[in-house]
């Protein structure tokens, strides 16, 4: 029976040994009394006899200084190099009680447009507001500050348990406190919170501070690409993906120059008569070593670095090459269309540009398509952007309004932006040849475009059922990689031709069986 609690004993105080913090082990004491009792009285005197010096001892080891509480010595607000210092506390904290810490970064999104509709004052209590919600939901040893107008960084005391799923939780519960609504000056206003976090057992032992920093920073970063309100946690995966993305950053002004950054086509169908309506204009990265860039990587290495304008830029002056190549070939290309982001849209010359563009190439603005995302429309119902699409319209242009279904732009919005026509989503298109629901909800929004009078083109077509499903319905145009795929400007004279070809064909064998 002694051997029995000895062992019993001895496995306590070794996993106690392990990670448990002192009062933590003293936790155990009831479960050990009751395992001896089970075995017997005596075996009760034995293993509290052996357990509980070991236990006070370790509760009363030595550890790290705790933190004084927030209020006497944490700044409500804080620079890089305070952040730092911070963090570097944190990790020593952590590591000097052989336990884990981490650090979690908030983007509120929101405040800035407080501050331009309100006071400054107005702004600044949301500021604090926000920062004393977000502590509000921490333990005294946890700390969070305030980096910038809408940024916070928090770090956490020694954890024993800082696993994904524990952080997670956290994370949840801070962006839950931050979005939850606020009335300030008699209005209710509403706040949305990005989180990036990274705890320090994901990184390599002799990781310093401003490391932990960068980890939160680049989750943060993933978590804002794919917003509002969400949370990404740092992986190796998402290091080496960061890594990538900083070394297309120092080669994209080349790129741009050397015109390795180009347009692609992908043709536009009219489901009436099957030939060429238009085409899209899509950009492609074709790196010198690693081949094709993905659109996914670049176009957010272009935004981070302001880059837009410029692709803009290349990406009309070649598309209306190509156009002007395209009918000295004799090829029937009615449109190009081409996107432009909101940052484009808020050029106070765009207009004035796009004008002098089509004269240098000698084209009709009707054969120019500007795409607009219909997020972009939704979130900017006055202002410079919306001046710029109605110039653009009333100088002839054809407005598409894309990836519609995903956005909130209202009828009003599509008349005041004077939009031809709506692109609709692949989420809409997809599996309406075996989806009735999906049909249903496909049938609704061409008959809404209808009685407005707007033109209708589905994004991402890919099956023959999804082709002549659309066609009955009454859309007016298709596009996706069920027709064509995005080919150089060379290769889409080609695949025209070959195109061609099979609709004289069909209209032939029409004929005879007519």
């Known amino acids: 029976m002694k051997a029995a609690i000895n062992h019993i004993s001895t496995r306590l105080i070794s996993g106690i040994k392990r990670g448990l913090s002192g009062p933590q082990a003293l936790a155990f004491l009831p479960a050990l009394s009751l395992a001896g009792f089970w075995i017997g009285g005596e075996g009760l005197l034995i293993a509290t006899a052996l357990a509980v010096p070991a236990l006070y001892a370790l509760a009363n080891r030595a550890a790290p200084d705790p933190l004084p509480p927030r209020a006497a010595d944490t700044p409500e607000a804080v620079d890089r190099n305070a952040a730092k210092d911070m963090a570097q506390h944190a990790l020593n904290r952590a590591q000097a009680a052989n336990l884990a810490t981490a650090c979690m970064i908030v983007q509120v999104d929101g405040l800035e447009d407080v501050d331009m509709q309100s ?52 994370a949840s519960r801070i962006q839950n406190a931050v979005e939850e609504p606020a009335a300030v000056d008699n209005q209710m206003r509403y706040l949305s919170a990005c989180i990036g976090f990274c705890g320090s057992p994901r990184l390599a032992a002799a990781a310093t501070g401003q490391q932990l920093i960068e980890a939160a920073q680049v989750a943060l970063k993933e978590a804002i690409a794919n917003g509002p309100s969400a949370i990404r946690a740092w992986s190796e995966h998402m290091r080496l993906a960061h890594r990538e993305q900083k070394a297309l950053t120092s080669e994209i002004d080349q790129a741009l120059a050397d015109g390795q950054i180009q347009p692609w086509f992908q043709p536009q169908i009219c489901t009436s008569t099957g030939r060429i309506s238009g085409v899209e204009a899509l950009a492609r990265w074709l790196h010198p070593t690693r081949g094709i860039v993905p659109p996914s990587q670049f176009l957010r290495v272009l935004e981070e670095s302001g880059r837009m304008e410029k692709l803009s830029e290349v990406v009309l002056q070649h598309s209306l090459t190509a156009l002007r190549s395209w009918d000295t070939a004799g090829l029937a290309v009615p449109r190009v269309s081409v996107n432009f982001s909101d940052n484009e849209l808020r050029a106070p010359r765009l207009v004035e540009r796009i004008k002098w563009e089509l004269d240098r190439f000698g084209l009709p603005p009707h054969r120019l398509g500007v795409e607009v995302l219909e997020t972009v429309i939704a979130g900017s119902p006055e202002g410079i952007v919306a001046r710029n699409i109605v110039e653009l319209s009333k100088l002839g242009c054809h407005i598409d309004l894309d990836d519609f279904g995903t956005g909130h732009a209202s009828i009003t919005s599509l008349r005041r932006f004077a939009v031809h026509r709506i692109k609709i989503d692949r989420s809409f298109v997809s599996r309406i040849d075996r989806d009735e629901d999906q049909r249903r909800m496909l049938a609704a929004v061409l008959g809404m475009a209808d009685r407005l009078g707007l033109e209708t083109l589905a994004e991402g077509v890919e099956s023959v059922g999804e082709h002549a499903l659309l066609a009955q319905l009454g859309c007016h145009h298709v596009q996706g990689f069920g027709i064509a795929r995005p080919m150089p400007a060379d290769q889409l004279i080609e695949w025209a031709q070959s195109h061609a070809a099979r609709i004289a064909e069909a209209e032939k064998l029409t004929r005879r069986s007519g």
């Open 119 to 170: 006071s400054g004052d107005t702004a600044d209590t949301l500021r604090d507001l926000t920062l004393s919600r977000i502590r509000n939901t921490l333990r005294r040893d946890d700390v969070a500050v305030r980096t910038t107008d809408s940024r916070y960084i928090l770090f956490l005391g020694p954890s024993l348990r800082l696993d994904l799923e524990a952080l997670l939780q956290l």
